[in-house]
């Protein structure tokens, strides 16, 4: 069993920067690759990006690569999510999921946090 708690999502301008946090909490976090996914309003939720177990392979959806970096720190068992050059369309909820075998499609993943609200005012 993980918890997840999201933290870190405001009301940002577009063009700002934000990082989001996702604390993890039960089970060996080292264990699990984390991924980040986010869902607007009437849209279904999507990949945003995930991070193997030791950091080493990253992955991205086409849409945010270049611009958001995701990291993990397994002492402190988080996650991150650090977002650059934001746009409207950036805006949703955003979550973390932990899963041994987590990919980009969100029925991989067995966790889930509660997510939390990014706002990018044009």
């Known amino acids: 069993q993980v918890q997840l708690a999201e933290s870190g999502g405001v009301l940002v301008q577009a063009g700002g920067s934000l990082r989001l946090s996702c604390a993890a909490s039960?089970?060996?976090?080292?264990?699990?690759?984390m991924g980040w996914f986010r869902q607007a309003p009437g849209k279904e939720r999507e990949f945003v990006a995930r991070i193997s177990w030791t950091g080493g392979r990253l992955y991205y959806a086409d849409s945010v690569k270049g611009r958001f970096t995701i990291s993990r720190d397994n002492a402190k068992h988080t996650v991150y999510l650090q977002m650059n050059s934001l746009k409207p369309e950036d805006a949703a909820v955003y979550y973390c999921a932990a899963d041994r075998w987590g990919t980009g499609v969100t029925g991989t993943y067995a966790y889930w946090g509660q997510g939390t609200q990014v706002t990018v005012s044009s």
């Open positions: 039960g089970d060996t976090f080292s264990r699990y690759t």
